[in-house]
């Protein structure tokens, strides 16, 4: 059982990364606007559902001993203590990946939102920084059996 946080700004390769991690279940807040047909539709609305959504599933994940990496914003440091209680009740110390890619993000968020949610980024100190690579080059370190996890 682990756990995995990814960090970073819109089209950082949060995403692209988690992906890579094979052998872990892949979640962030951005799968509860899938709809059954596979379209993105976000709905500001539900984001604080959507954000509850991604952490009972996080939660029920590591219950049955999964692997779980989690990508999602956080761009301030308090959005990940819901995941560092969770981490703490199961005995294990979560790990903080932060995405420094620079690419265009794949759900549209337009660049002024992007440019404000950079303004209010607060850096940890105990983050891995991960240049993420397009989805076609492989991650070192991230791909693979995981040796590195």
Known sequence: MQLVLIRGLPGSGKSTI???MAGYRHLEADMFFTDLDGRYVYDSSKIKAAHEWCQLNT???LERGERVVVSNTFTRLFEMEPYFEM???FGIEPRI???TG???NVHGVPAEVVEKMRQRWEKS??????G???ASEPTPGYAGDNNGE
Do not use: M, Q, T
């Open 132 to 134: 993420a690579r397009r």
């Open 18 to 20: 988690a992906r890579a």
């Open 125 to 130: 100190s105990n983050a891995e920084l991960c």
């Open 97 to 99: 990946v932060e995405a």
């Open 102 to 104: 620079n690419w265009p």
């Open 87 to 89: 981490a703490k009740n």
């Open 59 to 61: 939660k029920w994940a």
